[in-house]
Structure formats: structure tokens, C-alpha cells
């Protein structure tokens, strides 16, 4: 079972999901996900202008679950914290992402996870990470792995439109493994499109 933000998420079946991502603004834009009978499951809302670039994951009645930053000032290399709720506290720290080169004309992102001990350091960039995404939507080509073992845990399924990308509303599906938590998935597609669009 791969639990992050929590087994409630995590279901003994393939989990389809829909994402809807559309532009409310010029500084604002927004990401409502449903299940395949079109039920809102979350949203996630944020600011694109805000120099941390936060994002807020919500379950259907607006509690927030999770929420993502970039770490420091946007740089050539990107890096994100996700933590509990809306919390910025190093025990609330659910995982962290970070590009892995600094130049690619495919978004690639490694997500790692907290350390068991917080007392034991080591060089960052030695660790493998707890899982990889690669690709972009375009294409459907976004996957989610384990890379020890190479597992596929979650990938995008169906393509969205030319006109819908310029017009940044668009939508595509997204096929989430059993035992996997769907939420950590659609933070992760959160945290991919946003990167992508950076570029």
C-alpha cells in the first residue's frame, strides 16, 4: 500500500478520476476533480503570481487536506514541500519534490519523503528517491513510479485538446493503482502541470 496523505485514499480497486483544470483569472486558476460518475472529490485553487506559488488541496466540502509550496524563490530548478493541511511545520512535512536536471524537454519530478529520523543527515543528491513522475499531459504521457522496482502506480489515460491547452482549461483522466492514494496522485499531476507550464 502506498499511503502519504492517507488509507482513507487508497482504494482496494482502480481508482479513474477526472481533472478539470481551468483559468478564473489572470493571476488565479483551479482544479476540480471528480469520479468517473461526476462527483466532486477536490479541489485545488492557488495563486499563480504568489511568489511561493501555494497551492490548497480540498476535500469536496472545502477542508483543506494538503497544501503545496515551492520551496524559496523560483529558480531554473524547481523545487515543492507538501504539508498537512495548511500547515508549514517541519513534523506536518508530507513529502517533497524537486526536478531532477535542470534542463529537459520532458518534465520529470523526484518525490521524496520525510526522513524516519530527522537526526541522521546525508547528501540529498546520493538518496534515491521514494517515487519518480515522467512525462508531460500532452500526449498522456505522464507517469507515476516506484523506481526501485520500476512499479507503475498511477498514470494519465486521456488526452486533452490543443484549444483547451491555449485557453488553460483543459481536462484528462488519470488511472490511480489499487492501494495507491489517489490524493498524493493528483498533488503530484498539481505539481507537474504547474512546472510545465513554467517553461
Not at 133 to 146: A, P
Not at 172 to 184: I, S, T
Request: glycine letters at 4%; proline letters at 4%.
Amino acid at each position: 500500500m502506498v499511503s502519504v496523505v492517507g488509507e482513507m485514499f487508497c482504494n482496494p480497486y482502480t481508482t479513474e478520476l477526472v481533472v478539470r483544470r481551468r483559468r478564473e483569472s489572470l493571476k488565479r486558476d483551479r482544479y476540480d476533480v471528480f469520479d468517473l460518475s461526476d462527483n466532486l472529490i477536490f479541489t485545488i485553487d492557488g495563486s499563480i503570481w504568489n511568489i511561493r506559488r501555494k497551492r490548497v488541496l480540498r476535500d469536496a466540502s472545502g477542508t483543506p487536506l494538503l497544501s503545496m509550496r515551492t520551496k524559496g524563490l523560483v529558480t531554473m530548478r524547481y523545487k515543492w514541500e507538501v504539508y498537512k493541511g495548511e500547515s508549514i511545520e517541519s513534523e506536518d512535512l508530507l513529502f517533497s519534490v524537486r526536478e531532477p536536471n535542470l534542463f529537459s524537454f520532458k518534465t520529470s519530478l523526484d518525490v521524496s519523503l520525510p526522513p524516519q529520523q530527522a537526526s541522521i543527515t546525508t547528501d540529498v543528491s546520493s538518496i534515491e528517491p521514494d517515487f519518480r513522475t515522467s512525462g508531460r499531459y500532452i500526449g498522456s504521457s505522464f507517469k507515476l513510479f516506484e523506481p526501485i522496482h520500476n512499479t507503475l502506480l498511477a498514470e494519465v489515460v486521456h488526452d486533452f485538446s490543443l484549444r483547451g491547452l491555449i485557453m488553460g482549461n483543459y481536462s484528462f483522466k488519470v488511472r490511480v493503482n489499487p492501494y495507491v492514494d489517489f490524493a498524493f496522485v493528483v498533488a503530484l499531476l498539481v505539481i507537474a502541470d504547474d512546472t510545465s507550464n513554467l517553461r
